[in-house]
């Protein structure tokens, strides 16, 4: 995009804080939303942009309501970023190749069920090679681990059956159902056959926001059922939430059978197949951006998380 905008004084250097407060920002359309994410006040990133546009003597954002829309000037400085932090992990991965230095950052993004399996087993192995390498690890929902790593801000995605893209290149997966999470003896265990959807509805269910991987899923089959949930007793960004609202015997909920086989291998719960061959299909998938080069170190941890979670 060629665009050129009044700028009415010289700008002398972009600020850090604000360019990544913008792209946040600019990822989720929203300024509350980005607050929470950032763990900061509203009003603080607020005024962070409202001092980015004024350094750089433009608009970048309307504001309609709750949401915020991009300007053409917005867009122009989302590019900048992408090339500024793609050329930084390009420089961060080059100086790691310099032996003698012992320099590198990997960026990886994942969901949160992954979590305990890449800091106990991954990471481990990883940092016994490379002590000096320092990893930064982000959870974020699966629409976000996507734009992520097809804008070239990760190397590394992890995520639960993500969508296609085309700047992305899944290099590794493995079929894990969603399955149904249920307290132990309840009702639906007496089946002797996969839950239907319709058969959900005398329970109450724990689920996860819009934008995840499990919500996606479940989304999706239930306008294929034409089946629609009214029963939701919990909505929650956090996997560990739903166990503990399952185990507790709160309600049910859809989850991978890894993220609840401790409670599952003590009592305290089971896993029950849905009758959906979409979401007996589901994948964990290992992403990278297309054409990207893959340093050393990336390259390491890359195949210690096909090892350590069975991806081929």
């Not at 994942?110 to 982000?138: C, P, W």
């Not at 109450?204 to 059922?225: A, C, H, N, T, W």
């Not at 951006?289 to 390491?300: F, Q, V």
């Amino acid at each position: 995009m060629n665009k050129t905008f009044p700028f009415e004084a010289h700008i002398n250097g972009v600020n850090e804080k604000r360019l990544r407060y913008f792209y946040t920002v600019m990822m989720l359309g929203s300024i509350r939303q980005a607050a929470d994410l950032l763990d900061i006040e509203q009003s603080a990133i607020s005024r962070q942009i409202q001092l980015f546009e004024s350094e750089l003597k433009v608009k970048l954002f309307e504001r309609k309501g709750r949401s915020v829309v991009p300007t053409e000037a917005a867009y122009v400085v989302l590019e900048y970023f992408k090339e500024h932090q793609a050329r930084e992990n390009e420089l961060f991965d080059k100086l790691f190749q310099l032996k003698t230095t012992q320099m590198g950052k990997v960026n990886v993004v994942s969901s949160e069920g992954y979590i305990t399996q890449l800091v106990y087993d991954v990471l481990h192995h990883v940092h016994a090679k490379y002590a000096n390498l320092e990893i930064h690890l982000e959870l974020l929902n699966v629409n976000q681990i996507v734009r992520q790593v097809s804008d070239g801000l990760a190397h590394i995605g992890l995520a639960y059956n993500p969508p296609e893209h085309a700047d992305i290149e899944v290099i590794a997966q493995k079929t894990e159902p969603l399955m149904l999470a249920v307290p132990a003896n309840h009702p639906l265990t007496q089946l002797k056959r996969p839950v239907n959807l319709h058969e959900l509805h005398a329970y109450k269910i724990g689920i996860m926001p819009v934008g995840y991987g499990f919500r996606q899923l479940l989304d999706s089959e239930l306008v294929k059922s034409q089946c629609v949930l009214s029963n939701i007793g919990l909505t929650t960004n956090s996997i560990a939430a739903l166990k503990n609202y399952v185990i507790s015997g709160h309600g049910i909920s859809v989850m991978r059978h890894a993220d609840i086989q401790e409670a599952v291998a003590a009592g305290q719960a089971a896993t029950l197949k849905l009758d959906s061959h979409l979401f007996n299909s589901a994948k964990t998938r290992l992403m990278v951006r297309k054409n990207s080069d893959i340093s050393e170190s990336t390259h390491l941890l890359i195949e210690k998380i096909q090892s350590s979670f069975g991806l081929s």
